[in-house]
């Protein structure tokens, strides 16, 4: 069974950073796009930072030049670093990747369990 397991989430002040992990573990063939989605209170989910298996990236407007996506594929972790945090990125966020994998070997979408982000004085 495939599982991502989040961890790095948090109480941080307005300017501060914090780092995201996510790391996929079971019975899996590959690991094709990771992604982070935020929600907020009362807020659709909505992508934040998205990477391809080759280390395409992509964006919110909103985080470019704060946030950095990266993966680590040997280890199947994707992070993300967070710098200059400011109230508005208050949210649970989310890890997403698709992964082919002995139950699902087309491929499926799967999530983390989200971990609460707190930008705050």
């Known amino acids: 069974q495939v599982q991502l397991v989040e961890s790095g989430g948090g109480l941080v002040q307005p300017g501060g950073s914090l780092r995201l992990s996510c790391a996929a573990s079971g019975s899996i063939f590959s690991i094709n796009d990771m992604g982070w989605y935020r929600q907020a209170p009362e807020k659709q989910r909505e992508l934040v930072a998205a990477i391809s298996s080759g280390g395409s990236t992509n964006y919110k407007d909103s985080v470019k030049g704060r946030f950095t996506i990266s993966r680590d594929n040997a280890k199947k972790t994707v992070y993300l670093q967070m710098n200059s945090l400011k109230p508005e990125d208050t949210a649970v966020y989310y890890c997403?990747?698709?992964?082919?994998?002995?139950?699902?070997?087309?491929?499926?979408?799967?999530w983390g369990q989200g971990t609460q982000v707190t930008v705050s004085a």
């Open positions: 997403n990747a698709h992964i082919r994998s002995v139950r699902y070997p087309a491929g499926y979408d799967y």
